[in-house]
């Protein structure tokens, strides 16, 4: 509590305290304070101090002693009278002996202090901030007089460290705001309530172009085209005014110092400082998103238009044939589909396995997520790893970005793996892994990634086969065959030869903008002998291939059915027996001298664009595996010898 002074001479201390240290703060003021104090009390010395709790020790902000200043004075608060202060909280006071009764306090021996006078000082929570004490080295009367002006100086002393605490404060948080204005990557402009710019931030500078000097003062209509200038001061001056952070509804154009505009996206709010009203406005460039948003549409709308003309290109998306192979067929696929089996499509090239894997797909809960697939057949050996798990950035030497790998971007969905017999052994143990836990890692992560993949794969050879030859993984096969789906050869399903050769005859007319008859009952009889090696892709070529031999509007099965122009096969106007129907060994003649005419035209390449299995539009592991089973043999071939299990190119 604090007693007021009476006497003259009082007034005079109170006048050397407020005039000492009116003028001063901080430092300044503690030196004048306890100068004062010394002096008003009459004692050699006077400290005031800060309370450090993690330590438990006092730090002299100022401390007089014998007529100059000790610096960087501070001690351990134990066994001294300094604790009594802080921790009875009240002022004490030791008119005489004060070193008898703290004899382990070796400063008040050096001090040679005799009597010592403290007071805690608190903050206005109520928690102790330092103290303000005296000491003498001859006893202090307890006199009602001394003690009131003490504990004046002690609220002078509190006041200024209380004021400088909120100093510091305010200084911590300013030092916080102007870190988060520097590191944000939208532009921050301040405007004042004439809607001048008082502040911007570095992103603005970048932005705009502009340099802050050049931007401060100027109005906010200055760096904002026509209708934005409107929009921002209607946003502003709406009733109540912008009290929390609002969305502007529009993008707002801002100019650049080179007059070039960017599209900005605008959150605008406002504050009160000294009773002045400002308003932030934070800009975001959205140049690049628009952009990328045109990007996607742009990229979205092509790939419609690429599925469409897909469709178009390789026919129905839907698998035709109403014969008891194909109904069965269909029947296992709606039943398989609805569940997340893996499913292994197995039937020769050509027989509609990729039609069937997409059938499984579409008639899934999968159906909105992608199907990816992969031809197992198509990629090399030194990238199926990376193709399938994806890659980090320089994982391995041209490795120039990260990619993902097609298991990752068909998460949700299914991936087809296309002739999955053609997977070297060490990429079989992978996948087996993904099957079996649904984890992978991408080359050179050290990061287990987890997909949610419906697989199913599909192949012409036979797995059990390459089992038994320890060319495919036991384990793999059985977690692939989990459901088995044999799709028929065209040879056992004559039956749809008429629906098929229609709808093909139907959809090549259209394409060709011509008429197309429909084929007769012994061109029919003609195309059910034919033993389709290729199946369905091989009648899609010869109908296509009968259209554009035609001389009119009927199509040219004579010229279109392979080997019938390089092999003398019976022409419906010149043999005898027109219903003769073909020997398997005829037939196979047939395919044999068409396959090495076709190595011939290719010049021995067989795949590429301008290989031979292009040139029969099949792929060119079963071209391949076709010449060996009719033991076709390429020249450069038998001098060096190429697994067959690759491509040949
Ligand atoms: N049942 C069907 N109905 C209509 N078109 C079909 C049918 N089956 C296959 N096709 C068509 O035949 C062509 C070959 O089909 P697909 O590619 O699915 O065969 P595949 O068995 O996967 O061949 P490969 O083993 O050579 O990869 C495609 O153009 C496909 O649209």
Same mark, same amino acid.
Not at 242 to 253: G, M
Not at 456 to 465: G, I, Q, S
Not at 522 to 532: G, I, T
Not at 634 to 642: I, L
């Given at each position: 509590?604090?007693?007021?002074?009476?006497?003259?001479?009082?007034?005079?201390?109170?006048?050397?305290?407020?005039?000492?240290?009116?003028?001063?703060?901080?430092?300044?003021?503690?030196?004048?304070?306890?100068?004062?104090?010394?002096?008003?009390?009459?004692?050699?010395?006077?400290?005031?101090?800060?309370?450090?709790?993690?330590?438990?020790?006092?730090?002299?902000?100022?401390?007089?002693?014998?007529?100059?200043?000790?610096?960087?004075?501070?001690?351990?608060?134990?066994?001294?009278?300094?604790?009594?202060?802080?921790?009875?909280?009240?002022?004490?006071?030791?008119?005489?002996?004060?070193?008898?009764?703290?004899?382990?306090?070796?400063?008040?021996?050096?001090?040679?202090?005799?009597?010592?006078?403290?007071?805690?000082?608190?903050?206005?929570?109520?928690?102790?901030?330092?103290?303000?004490?005296?000491?003498?080295?001859?006893?202090?009367?307890?006199?009602?007089?001394?003690?009131?002006?003490?504990?004046?100086?002690? *609220? /002078?002393? %509190?006041? &200024?460290?209380?004021? !400088? +605490?909120?100093?510091?404060?305010?200084?911590?948080?300013?030092? #916080? =705001?102007?870190?988060?204005?520097?590191?944000?990557?939208?532009?921050?402009?301040?405007?004042?309530?004439?809607?001048?710019?008082?502040?911007?931030?570095?992103?603005?500078?970048?932005?705009?172009?502009?340099?802050?000097?050049?931007?401060?003062?100027?109005?906010?209509?200055?760096?904002?085209?026509?209708?934005?200038?409107?929009?921002?001061?209607?946003?502003?001056?709406?009733?109540?005014?912008?009290?929390?952070?609002?969305?502007?509804?529009?993008?707002?154009?801002?100019?650049?110092?080179?007059?070039?505009?960017?599209?900005?996206?605008?959150?605008?709010?406002?504050?009160?400082?000294?009773?002045?009203?400002?308003?932030?406005?934070?800009?975001?460039?959205?140049?690049?998103?628009?952009?990328?948003?045109?990007?996607? *549409? /742009?990229? %979205?709308? &092509?790939?419609?238009? !690429? +599925?469409?003309?897909?469709?178009?290109?390789?026919?129905?998306? #839907? =698998?035709?044939?109403?014969?008891?192979?194909?109904?069965?067929?269909?029947?296992?696929?709606?039943?398989?589909?609805?569940?997340?089996?893996?499913?292994?499509?197995?039937?020769?090239?050509?027989?509609?396995?990729?039609?069937?894997?997409?059938?499984?797909?579409?008639?899934?809960?999968?159906?909105?997520?992608?199907?990816?697939?992969?031809?197992?057949?198509?990629?090399?050996?030194?990238?199926?790893?990376?193709?399938?798990?994806?890659?980090?950035?320089?994982?391995?030497?041209?490795?120039?970005?990260?990619?993902?790998?097609?298991?990752?971007?068909?998460?949700?969905?299914?991936?087809?793996?296309?002739?999955?017999?053609?997977?070297?052994?060490?990429?079989?143990?992978?996948?087996?892994?993904?099957?079996?836990?649904?984890?992978?890692? %991408?080359?050179?992560?050290?990061?287990? +990634?987890?997909?949610?993949?419906?697989?199913?794969?599909?192949?012409?050879?036979?797995?059990?086969?390459?089992?038994?030859?320890?060319?495919?993984?036991?384990?793999?096969?059985?977690?692939?065959?989990?459901?088995?789906?044999?799709?028929?050869?065209?040879?056992?399903?004559?039956?749809?030869?008429?629906?098929?050769?229609?709808?093909?005859?139907?959809?090549?007319?259209?394409?060709?903008?011509?008429?197309?008859?429909?084929?007769?009952?012994?061109?029919?009889?003609?195309?059910?002998?034919?033993?389709?090696?290729?199946?369905?892709?091989?009648?899609?070529?010869?109908?296509?291939?009968?259209?554009?031999?035609?001389?009119?509007?009927?199509?040219?099965?004579?010229?279109?059915?392979?080997?019938?122009?390089?092999?003398?096969?019976?022409?419906?106007?010149?043999?005898?027996?027109?219903?003769?129907?073909?020997?398997?060994?005829?037939?196979?003649?047939?395919?044999?001298?068409?396959?090495?005419?076709?190595?011939?035209?290719?010049?021995?390449?067989?795949?590429?664009?301008?290989?031979?299995?292009?040139?029969?539009?099949?792929?060119?592991?079963?071209?391949?595996?076709?010449?060996?089973?009719?033991?076709?043999?390429?020249?450069?071939?038998?001098?060096?010898?190429?697994?067959?299990?690759?491509?040949?190119?």
């Amino acid at each position: 509590m604090t007693v007021a002074p009476t006497s003259p001479g009082d007034t005079d201390a109170l006048r050397l305290v407020i005039e000492g240290t009116v003028s001063e703060t901080g430092p300044g003021f503690f030196r004048a304070l306890v100068r004062n104090l010394a002096s008003v009390m009459g004692t050699s010395g006077a400290w005031v101090t800060e309370y450090l709790p993690d330590n438990n020790r006092l730090r002299a902000l100022a401390f007089w002693l014998n007529g100059s200043f000790l610096e960087h004075f501070e001690h351990d608060v134990p066994g001294t009278p300094c604790e009594a202060v802080l921790v009875e909280k009240r002022l004490v006071h030791y008119p005489d002996r004060v070193v008898e009764l703290y004899p382990d306090d070796t400063d008040l021996q050096t001090l040679n202090a005799v009597s010592y006078l403290g007071v805690p000082l608190f903050d206005s929570d109520g928690r102790i901030m330092g103290h303000l004490a005296v000491l003498d080295s001859k006893p202090l009367r307890k006199e009602m007089r001394l003690i009131s002006l003490f504990e004046i100086f002690a *609220a /002078r002393a %509190s006041a &200024e460290c209380r004021r !400088l +605490r909120i100093e510091q404060e305010v200084r911590a948080r300013e030092e #916080e =705001l102007s870190s988060l204005l520097q590191g944000a990557m939208d532009g921050i402009v301040v405007l004042d309530d004439s809607l001048r710019i008082v502040r911007v931030n570095p992103a603005v500078q970048r932005l705009f172009g502009y340099q802050p000097e050049q931007m401060i003062g100027q109005e906010a209509k200055w760096f904002l085209a026509g209708d934005s200038a409107k929009l921002l001061t209607e946003c502003i001056r709406q009733p109540g005014g912008p009290e929390r952070q609002v969305w502007i509804p529009s993008r707002l154009t801002v100019i650049r110092a080179d007059q070039s505009r960017f599209p900005a996206e605008a959150t605008l709010s406002s504050f009160e400082c000294r009773r002045t009203r400002f308003f932030t406005l934070i800009l975001r460039n959205i140049d690049e998103r628009i952009e990328a948003e045109q990007h996607i *549409a /742009r990229l %979205s709308s &092509e790939t419609e238009y !690429l +599925r469409k003309a897909l469709a178009d290109e390789t026919g129905v998306d #839907e =698998l035709l044939g109403n014969s008891p192979p194909m109904l069965s067929l269909k029947a296992a696929i709606q039943q398989v589909a609805t569940t997340d089996a893996t499913v292994l499509i197995h039937g020769e090239t050509g027989t509609g396995k990729e039609l069937v894997a997409r059938a499984v797909h579409t008639s899934s809960h999968r159906k909105d997520k992608p199907m990816v697939r992969v031809n197992c057949a198509a990629i090399p050996g030194s990238l199926m790893e990376s193709e399938f798990f994806g890659h980090e950035k320089g994982a391995f030497t041209g490795a120039v970005a990260k990619r993902e790998g097609r298991f990752a971007l068909a998460d949700g969905g299914t991936i087809f793996l296309d002739e999955v017999g053609e997977l070297p052994l060490d990429l079989q143990a992978k996948l087996l892994r993904v099957l079996q836990e649904g984890e992978f890692e %991408s080359l050179g992560s050290v990061k287990t +990634r987890k997909v949610d993949v419906r697989v199913v794969a599909a192949t012409n050879r036979d797995l059990a086969k390459m089992v038994a030859e320890g060319s495919f993984r036991e384990d793999l096969y059985y977690r692939l065959n989990v459901f088995p789906l044999a799709v028929p050869a065209l040879r056992e399903r004559t039956q749809d030869l008429p629906l098929l050769a229609a709808a093909f005859q139907e959809r090549f007319s259209r394409r060709m903008g011509c008429k197309s008859e429909a084929l007769h009952p012994e061109e029919l009889r003609r195309l059910a002998a034919y033993p389709w090696p290729g199946n369905i892709r091989e009648l899609q070529n010869v109908i296509e291939r009968a259209i554009i031999l035609a001389p009119g509007t009927h199509p040219d099965l004579v010229k279109a059915l392979p080997g019938q122009c390089c092999v003398e096969a019976p022409r419906r106007d010149e043999t005898k027996d027109e219903n003769r129907v073909l020997t398997a060994s005829e037939i196979e003649e047939i395919e044999r001298s068409n396959l090495q005419r076709a190595l011939d035209v290719a010049s021995g390449k067989v795949s590429g664009p301008k290989g031979a299995a292009a040139l029969l539009n099949i792929p060119p592991s079963t071209f391949t595996s076709r010449m060996k089973a009719l033991g076709v043999e390429r020249q450069q071939e038998s001098r060096n010898p190429v697994s067959p299990a690759r491509g040949i190119s």
